[in-house]
């Protein structure tokens, strides 16, 4: 790996005064984590690889996995999925439901809005069953679909998140990998789907349980969860003034603790930090060098804006790092991933950036091997 140490920013940013506010207590959040959801960047961590079962909180990957089967195609709104006599009898009434009757006949839509709503166990079957085949198939393409967006440390059994001998275990890390997936690959979905207040249907009117919508403001979600070994534990999120932060709250002893620290944890993320634009959307970051390639070099950008989040009434330095496996070779597409650039904020996680090539470079005709040969002896 060759690490290139560029001094493209060294010098401290300002900031403004602002009182510091808490953050929750690990009392009541043993684990906790929080992101910016646009960056990925790293606001607070705490124990964020440990496994744990995440119960009900499993249904967040249900339902991104429907999002993208959406837009894949393979699936839509109103498609009508019936209950099969069998999921009836072993889901009816068991644990949080939507009250499915025997004979209902259901559309993607309401078994979505019954799944983020008020957690609809039965609604996750007959949703997995419906676009699936089997629920093995089903959970078979979550788990898939946990490793493509880079969930390294998670496993699936249920589409529901039911005890399942530990079968099922996620980490804070992979949760919030999973969570910013859906808000920027889906973000229509998600207002249509998450946060609604409450659901009625079949005549029974529930209400949602999620701690921070309605409270703090801003706030859209996203799933709560309970199991008897792992604690009380929520993924949420929030939105204000265009800037959305995710965040995870786990192994709580209680749900009043549990709600507390999501309260708490989020507005300390928006009260804490200021934002900061390092790099304008298309903006040439750096570059790398090429080897046997029509250029000698190629530019380097990100896929948008480079923004990080920096402590209110604080000047920290921040260092930056580009780092590629040099040289390059030739050819490279456009808007292919070949570097990363690492911010380095004093007092904070280390935060990575993914750099693409600004433009092709093709691969060195002979006569320009020729004038590449030349160039390296006189350089």
Known sequence: MAALTAALISTPLGAKDAKEPSIPSEDDA???YLIDAASGQVLYQRDVDRRFMPASITKVMTTFLAFEWMEEGRLFPQQVYGVRPETFKQWHRKGSTMFLPADARVTVDDLLHGITTVSANDGAVVLAEGAAGT????VAAMNAKAREIGMTNSHYGTPNGWMDEGKTFVTARDLGTLARAMVTRHPSKYRHFVGAKGLKYNGIEQRN????SGVVPGADGIKTGFTN???YGFLGSAKRNGRRLI???????TGRARNRAA???IEWGFKSFDSRTLFANKARIASARVQQ?????????ARGPVRISVPKGQSPKVSLTLRYEGPLQAPIAKGEEVAELVVSIDGMPEHRVPLVAREEVLKATPVQRVFNALRSWVT
């Open 209 to 212: 349980h999620d701690p921070i």
């Open 263 to 265: 309260r708490s944890f």
């Open 293 to 301: 390639g029509g250029a000698a070099q190629v530019g380097l950008t």
């Open 135 to 138: 629920v093995e198939d089903w």
């Open 247 to 253: 965040m995870v709250v786990a192994a709580s002893p």
């Open 30 to 32: 043993p684990i906790a």
């Open 229 to 231: 070994q792992a604690g």
